[in-house]
């Protein structure tokens, strides 16, 4: 079972359009941090999440960590080509050592122009 | 800064060889962890060097190990290929627990086995 879960797992919009991706999961975290990879590129960092409801913005994304802390979500408002990229929320794993990082298997967005 | 980077960019090997891939930290980091993305999959965790000892390994066989040297960069081998073994190899550099020192990934190994 995978431990993250997120949906969609393909998106493909129009420059302009709002969109929102989601990270799902049964377990509760002590953060849950957000990746954008882009194609023959490693994931970068976005943002880490650590406070139940929090929700943080950079420039046009916003996330939000559940009340919970058991999910999360990516929203992306007016969405542009040089947002095309997987987007990867990982954490980690309850029990596991803090060295261990688990990712989903992301979502692939397709923005285009 | 320089950041992370890894070589060989690209490898093809037969099933049954030994690859030896290797990643440059980024400056000051002295944390390496060695992560796994096959196609349509996310990262997973392969194992972490810190001050050249292995600090944690996740869900690999032996035949998958690795090194840190004393000026922290790091190498991953992998004895007897599986076709399953092709993946992009992602090296990752930190100045500590994914939990408190965020990772910087280098572009990744890409590795094919035929």
């Known amino acids: ?113 | 800064e320089t950041g992370v980077t890894q070589s060989p960019t690209h490898l093809i090997k037969t099933r049954g060889q030994q690859v030896t891939l290797r990643c440059s930290s980024q400056s000051g980091h002295n944390t390496v962890s060695w992560y796994q993305q096959a196609l349509g999959q996310g990262p997973q965790f392969i194992f972490q060097y810190y001050r050249e000892e292995e600090n944690g390994r996740g869900n690999f066989p032996p035949r998958f190990s690795g090194l840190q040297f004393p000026n922290y960069s790091s190498e991953l081998n992998v004895n007897a290929l599986e076709l399953d073994d092709s993946a992009l190899y992602l090296c990752a550099s930190s100045l500590g627990t994914p939990d408190n020192s965020p990772l910087h990934f280098g572009n990744g190994t890409r590795l094919t086995v035929t």
């Open chain 1, 1 to 113: 079972t995978q431990l993250l879960e997120q949906s969609p797992q393909f998106l493909s919009i129009q420059e302009g359009e709002n969109l929102t991706v989601y990270c799902n999961s049964s377990s509760v975290f002590s953060s849950l941090q957000w990746y954008r990879q882009e194609p023959g590129e490693g994931p970068v960092l976005l943002v880490t999440v650590v406070t139940g409801g929090e929700v943080k913005k950079l420039k046009r994304l916003t996330f939000q960590f559940g009340d919970a802390r058991k999910d999360s979500s990516l929203h992306i408002t007016a969405a542009q080509p040089g947002d095309t990229g997987l987007y990867l929320c990982a954490a980690i794993r309850p029990g596991a050592g803090s060295y261990q990082l688990t990712f989903g298997k992301g979502t692939k967005l397709s923005v285009i122009p």
